[in-house]
Nanobody, 125 residues
Framework: QVYLVESGGGLVQAGDSLRLSCAGS????????LGWFRQAPGKEREFVAA????????DYSNSVKGRFTISRENAKNTMYLQMSSLKPEDTAVYYC??????????????????WGQGTQVTVSS
């Protein structure tokens, strides 16, 4: 079992930066692939970024590539999402997720076993 808690969301202006954190519990945290997803009102949950168990590989959606950076510190059981050049269309609830089956993470939400409760990010224009 892995419990995930996101933090760091808030209200920012377009062009600002924000860093989200995802704190995990459980001894196997450092063996899981991890990912960030987001869901805007009236839209489906969408993939944002993923990182492998050892941070050796990362993957990004085209909409955030070059602006967002995913990372993890296994010694702290924590994953991060550094977001820069934020746009109003980045407004959403951001969720972190963990998968025991895909060590590199996955772009598909259904392949994740555990989810956090989400943190709101609002970008004003």
């Amino acid at each position: 079992q892995v419990y995930l808690v996101e933090s760091g969301g808030g209200l920012v202006q377009a062009g600002d930066s924000l860093r989200l954190s995802c704190a995990g519990s459980g001894r196997s945290f450092n063996t899981y692939g991890l990912g960030w997803f987001r869901q805007a009102p009236g839209k489906e949950r969408e993939f944002v970024a993923a990182v492998s168990w050892n941070a050796g590989s990362t993957d990004y959606s085209n909409s955030v590539k070059g602006r967002f950076t995913i990372s993890r510190e296994n010694a702290k059981n924590t994953m991060y999402l550094q977001m820069s050049s934020l746009k109003p269309e980045d407004t959403a609830v951001y969720y972190c997720a963990a998968t025991s089956k895909y060590f590199s993470g996955s772009i598909y939400a259904h392949e994740y076993d555990f989810w956090g409760q989400g943190t709101q990010v609002t970008v004003s224009s």
